[in-house]
């Protein structure tokens, strides 16, 4: 039979997230190409014990079936941490629980693109975004990210002449350059969406992940009614149960609440449930910390390992949190190469390459270090750094 | 500030779901028109202890990110029951794990509808796929569903004159009318689509609940290659979980893949791996028997008090599986009329209209027979009948 599939799969970049997965899942690959958290600081006996209760006490009720919106409790959670950690007073009822932060990609973009549509988005920019958005077929527009945050001159240049949809960006550890807007971008970010028709989609997947500790003040928290704003417990507690959050003004909202019970009703109320018993009893902060403490450490040795161990010309961003560093290969290289005979040798990274909606990312690589131990970084490095000085 | 959402967003239909599910946690509201399965059939001990053992044996990995196919010994235990229960060879590599067959509905709208795109459905139709399918603009062409199944002169005018991109059909206890096709008329679609471009949506939710225990041949098993056959644990094990699955042949599925990955990554591990223990120590055969019966006679039960209690002229169909019924009402009473009249006397039935693609439904409602037991049943039709009597 001659399937006739429609034009958006045609627009499908294709799929570097699902080969990493399976790279990743390979022992003898060292792999910093991947996105995944420690599995050292996922509370396996925390969890277990809320599921035990959940399932204990309210066990019936958790198995059912539920709003689309998600449970209120763990809607009022995010709503008070917000408060306390970043003064930001976004009630529970502008959130809404989600499969995890990438559903938020699939359906702002269904709500608000049709076939044509501009888009705005970081170059580089996170591909699990350029994957959700191009099967709706946008013109994307690109702007320059600095290590401070996005070229603004370029920002409003683009804002103003293509008025796209939404922008979307991260400003706390961007994926994949690991890099932070400053506070005086955030502010001249939030004054040309000011008077603009541009809505400021800002995923804050890592917002959580700051190795000294301070949190960052979101650009919502400056231009609150032309934000939409996404988080996830998947980098701080466990990315398997697949819960995140959007919050948005009213209206948008009601407009996602639709498109999210069209696309599977309700996100998983188990999940949803035991992850709101486990913060109420757990320390989230001190859990954080931890994690935080880590990363920046493992962080700080891949930074020392690039500058030590690989040629001159190699050169590195300095990621103040996160999980990833993006990488500049010396002159001459490229990344795809890199890639494949880094594979060869054991080590997976990811070339900049699919990072890029217009070209680009030749010269660049991505490296994961939030998912393995200081050994692992170390061993992993000095292949790399082999692979780079023969390819020389 | 003025939001420009996408033009799709102005073809959602008005939504019922949401606003039945509110009605249906009222308890003073007997509800009728959800679609909720019986909790009381729920095994919450049963599915604590797989979840301990996950945790106990495998947490770490449950709660890290996973592969979008989905969890394999999953996948493999479809296939199994597959071959099983109706000699259907379908390899654990054509199946994939969504949440909850809702999602189906989505990402099969998604890979194959460009805006203005021919679709057909039964009338009635499944509100849940209208309100998915209208976001990609489809046009839609509906076939008349008799007591047997559908028309199949109007399915072959309508797939020779409009050659929709996909038929989508539930022959098993259809939505909202509760009638299965006959085997006749299973073969009689197979063979109309047979040499047409038309892919027929098998959305199977509830063919594991036959009164009578006797399987049905899908007509997927009649022609597999131009077949999705999509399906459900939520009503035989737990809505709240959100596990569902696709089969499809392997082209489709790998466009399956790709939308699946972009809208969220992958479904909710944990509930995957729990839901893969549980099956495996349990009977499932026994408990869907034990769910059938009970559902059987929460059936007869109803329909025999819509015989017994209400005044002439008063119809109904007389489903053989399933959770639905369809009544219709004495001439001269407006569905919408009954709804409200209804929720005034404590009694809560689903308009027949969200239903139709080109209107219809003023004249039947539909009646949910599984969520509770015959004393509330009982109760309830007698509040229906005294609405429909005082309508009169």
């Known amino acids: 039979m001659q399937y006739r599939f429609a034009g958006r799969m045609h627009c499908a970049p294709p799929s570097f997230l699902g080969k990493l997965f399976a790279v990743s899942t390979d022992p003898r690959i060292i792999s910093f190409a991947g996105g995944l958290p420690s599995s050292a600081f996922i509370d396996v006996d925390g969890l ?48 809404q629980v989600v499969n995890g932060s990438q559903q938020c990609l699939d359906l702002v973009a269904k709500i608000f693109l049709d076939r044509g ?8 920019g996170y ?15 690109d702007v320059a990210f600095e290590a401070d945050g996005p070229d603004i001159d370029e920002f409003r240049r683009v804002v103003r002449e ?9 400003p706390n550890s961007q994926n994949p350059s690991g890099q932070t807007y400053s506070y005086e971008k955030r502010k001249a ?54 819960i995140g959050w ?26 949803q449930k035991v992850l709101s018993r486990y913060l109420g009893t757990h320390d989230l902060d001190a859990h954080v910390r931890r994690i ?29 949190g996160g999980m990833f560093l993006l990488a500049t290969l010396p002159k001459g290289l490229d990344s795809m190469t890199v890639f494949e005979e880094g594979l060869k040798e054991g080590v997976a990274v990811l070339p900049g390459i699919p990072f890029y909606v217009s070209g680009g990312g030749k010269s660049t690589i991505r490296l994961n270090f939030s998912s393995m131990d200081g050994e692992r970084i170390r061993e992993g490095m000095d292949r790399l750094s082999r692979v780079v000085r023969t390819l020389l």
Chains 1, 2 share one sequence.
């Open 48 to 95: 277990a014990d809320a599921s035990r209760r959940v399932f204990e006490e309210e066990g019936r009720e958790a198995l059912q079936y539920a709003t689309t919106d998600g449970y209120l409790p763990l809607r009022e959670f995010i709503s008070r941490r917000y408060r306390q950690r970043l003064g930001l007073d976004i009630p529970p009822g502008e959130i």
């Open 117 to 124: 549509d501009p888009v705005a988005m970081e170059r580089p």
């Open 127 to 141: 591909l699990g975004a350029i994957e959700a958005f191009s099967l709706y077929e946008p013109v994307f527009h």
């Open 162 to 170: 293509f008025s796209p949809k939404f922008f979307y960006g991260i």
């Open 189 to 242: 970010v939030a004054e040309v969406l000011e008077g603009s028709d541009t809505v400021f989609y800002e995923d804050d997947a890592f917002g959580e992940l700051f190795f000294d500790g301070r949190p960052r003040k979101p650009v919502k928290a400056l231009a609150s009614d032309c934000c939409i704003l996404s988080g996830s417990f998947s980098k701080v507690i466990a990315p398997g149960m697949r």
């Open 246 to 271: 959007i919050c948005a003004p009213g209206e948008v909202l009601a407009q996602f609440n639709c498109a999210k019970q069209a696309a599977d009703l309700h996100s998983n109320f188990l999940c």
């Open 292 to 320: 935080s403490a880590a990363y920046g450490q493992n962080c700080r040795l891949m930074c020392d390992l690039l500058d030590d161990l690989f040629p001159p010309g190699m050169s590195h961003t300095e990621p103040e």
